[in-house]
């Protein structure tokens, strides 16, 4: 049973979030207000 293979290959959606926010300018700040919340 691999399990390191597995979790490569599976992304949580809250790990994918943060990416695409940090991507765009607009989300970066949306990012600064969602780290107070976290």
């Known amino acids: 049973m691999p399990t390191e293979g597995t979790e490569q290959t599976w992304f949580p959606p809250r790990a994918v979030e943060p990416v695409v926010e940090v991507v765009s300018p607009e989300s970066e700040l949306r ?6 919340q976290l």
């Open 31 to 36: 990012d600064r207000q969602r780290e107070p």
